[in-house]
């Protein structure tokens, strides 16, 4: 059983950064791939970017690449979400996943092992 708490979120102008953490319990965090989705008020969950478990190799879906960064640190048994030049299209409550199986590639929302629990994001105009 793996538990993910995530923090970071908030409210910040256009333009502007946050950093996202998920904090994952448990001895066996090196065994997981991670992942961060995000879902806006109506909307499906989206895949928006997953890290390897050695933390060797990433991959991000189009909309977020060059301004997000994802990023794993397995002493703190930690996965960071780095946003930069936030827009108000990336409003939306932002979840931490955690995946035994999945590879470098995109997340199917319905597939995953665990969730925490999400962490509002609001970008203002």
């Known amino acids: 059983q793996v538990q993910l708490v995530e923090s970071g979120g908030g409210l910040v102008q256009a333009g502007g950064s946050l950093r996202l953490s998920c904090a994952a319990s448990?001895?066996?965090?090196?065994?997981?791939?991670m992942a961060w989705f995000r879902q806006a008020p109506g909307k499906e969950r989206e895949f928006v970017a997953t890290?390897?478990?050695?933390?060797?190799?990433?991959y991000y879906v189009d909309s977020v690449k060059g301004r997000f960064t994802i990023s794993r640190d397995s002493a703190k048994n930690t996965v960071y979400l780095q946003m930069n030049n936030l827009k108000p299209e990336d409003t939306a409550v932002y979840y931490c996943?955690?995946?035994?199986?999945?590879?470098?590639?995109?997340?199917?929302?319905?597939?995953?092992?665990?969730w925490g629990q999400g962490t509002q994001v609001t970008v203002s105009s």
């Open positions: 448990g001895p066996t965090f090196i065994n997981y791939a």
């Open positions: 890290i390897h478990r050695s933390g060797g190799s990433t």
């Open positions: 996943a955690a995946d035994h199986n999945y590879g470098v590639t995109k997340w199917r929302a319905g597939s995953v092992d665990y």
